[in-house]
């Protein structure tokens, strides 16, 4: 395993500098023409780039928003901030200012200039970011949105009250580079070098796979930049060759934030299916192995063997037939078999000792969508084990399929009835699961039950 992810991170390694050395020939060749440095006036074009990047860096700041909630740490959350930054920055300091066709002012110049700055700065502060969880997620994401809004709003502000008397141009259309300016543009270019190092150190050391997308989103982001550096003209009326290495960088970007939320949601499942299966074996297993050591015990101790040996083979029975239950769990609720034959495989598990018959009936042309698969077995799965542990009932019947147009997943049986599922009982319990996970894919879940005279549970799929 050591050794595979050492080759997994040699082989990012290249790929970065061959990345590093492309754009590297590039800008060099970009800087010693003094003709390639020249800038296209595409007021609309420039609009449209700055629009995309909004967009982009919205969605980025939304998923990585989304990773903290589910991960709680500090890194997802400055990530989050930043990119929250640059896209509130950019929509209210490039955009919105010329979206009439007016010129962009200085004030709004240098507060999409210090925006910048400051979502580079917590970008480049992620990678060092410490790795402990936090608790109050929510509260955290609430606060620290209620913080950059304040500080976008102050910066308007000062910006609106002091007289920079700095601009990119002067009124006869020649350009000039004031010092301030450059040295803004020099602090982006080394806040980008800093967060690719970072996180090219972070991926090296921990392997997750965002560190290297966003290590080669600020690549690109430190080629834009000193692109920016060396370009006489800014202005929202001109496009640059920097504004499309920005517009790709974000790109990168967001496969990056995608890729890692969906990791993220993967490993949420897996600890949930583990947490319900400790649950499944704690209640059961546990429960019939310590049966097992209890006979064994009266055995020892000089329980007559005909007493002793019934009971002893029914708890090994039914221990076997848990332990059954729990691998089949995990292994048919994976998506290593198709949905049917897994479901179908865990009735006739489930029904193998004759204690209950279950019939199964499933439409094969109803279209069930990958999520909606693996939540409606473990809907049917949890709905049989009520059916078997707690209702007393001979059989059961599923019934997979489309009603009056609808998608239903339908469980009844003739055992006892639910008086009150709100009561504590492992029952009640089973019907929260269910219903949560029915939430999951954005069913509806019902159930119709009297005492004695069975239960039925209906589940009607979305769409």
Not at 376 to 384: A, D, K, P, S, T
Request: negative net charge; glycine residues 8%.
């Amino acid at each position: 395993m050591q050794r595979r992810s050492k080759d997994t991170f040699e082989s990012w390694l290249v790929g970065e500098l061959l990345l590093v050395v492309l754009l590297a020939v590039a800008t060099a060749i970009f800087f010693s023409s003094e003709s390639l440095r020249s800038t296209y006036e595409l007021p609309e074009g420039r609009l449209v780039l700055d629009t995309t990047v909004v967009l982009a860096a919205t969605i980025v700041a939304v998923l990585a928003g989304i990773r903290f909630s589910v991960e709680g740490r500090p890194l997802d959350l400055l990530l989050a901030a930043g990119f929250s930054v640059a896209a509130a920055g950019t929509l209210a300091f490039a955009v919105l200012p010329v979206i009439d066709g007016d010129p962009q002012g200085p004030v709004a110049a240098w507060g999409a200039i210090l925006a910048r700055v400051l979502a580079a700065t917590m970008i480049a502060l992620a990678p060092v970011a410490p790795g402990q969880r936090l608790a109050a997620r929510g509260r955290a994401l609430a606060l620290t949105g209620i913080v950059l809004l304040a500080t976008l709003i102050m910066l308007w502000i000062v910006l609106g009250e002091i007289d920079l008397g700095i601009t990119g141009f002067e009124e006869g259309g020649d350009a000039v580079r004031s010092f301030e300016l450059s040295v803004a543009l020099a602090a982006l270019s080394l806040l980008a070098l800093i967060a690719a190092v970072g996180f090219a150190l972070r991926y090296r050391s921990q392997r997750e796979d965002l560190d290297s997308w966003l290590a080669f989103g600020a690549t690109l982001t430190l080629f834009a930049e000193l692109h920016y550096v060396v370009t006489p003209d800014l202005s929202t009326d001109f496009v640059t060759q920097g504004d499309f290495l920005r517009v790709l960088a974000y790109g990168i970007l967001l496969v990056g934030v995608w890729r890692a939320i969906s990791f993220a949601e993967f490993g949420r499942a897996v600890a949930e299916e583990r947490a319900r299966v400790a649950r499944e074996i704690h209640d059961g297993l546990a429960q019939y192995l310590f049966a097992v050591s209890t006979h064994t015990s009266m055995l020892e101790a000089g329980t007559p063997l005909a007493e002793a040996l019934p009971k002893l083979k029914q708890a090994a029975q039914a221990a076997q037939q848990e332990a059954r239950f729990a691998v089949l769990a995990l292994s048919s609720a994976s998506g290593n078999a198709p949905f049917d034959a897994a479901l179908r495989r865990y009735v006739e598990f489930l029904t193998s000792d004759g204690v209950l018959d279950v019939e199964l009936d499933i439409d094969a042309d109803m279209q069930i969508a990958p999520d909606e698969q693996i939540e409606i077995f473990r809907i049917v799965q949890e709905g049989l084990a009520n059916v078997r542990k707690h209702a007393g009932a001979g059989r059961a019947d599923v019934n997979i399929g489309q009603r009056g147009g609808r998608r239903v997943v339908q469980i009844r049986d003739d055992g006892v009835g639910i008086e009150d599922e709100s009561n504590g009982a492992p029952a009640g319990q089973g019907l929260k699961n269910m219903r949560l996970r029915a939430d999951a894919i954005g069913a509806d879940l019902f159930v119709r039950s009297a005492p004695r005279r069975g239960t039925t549970v209906i589940v009607v799929l979305r769409g």
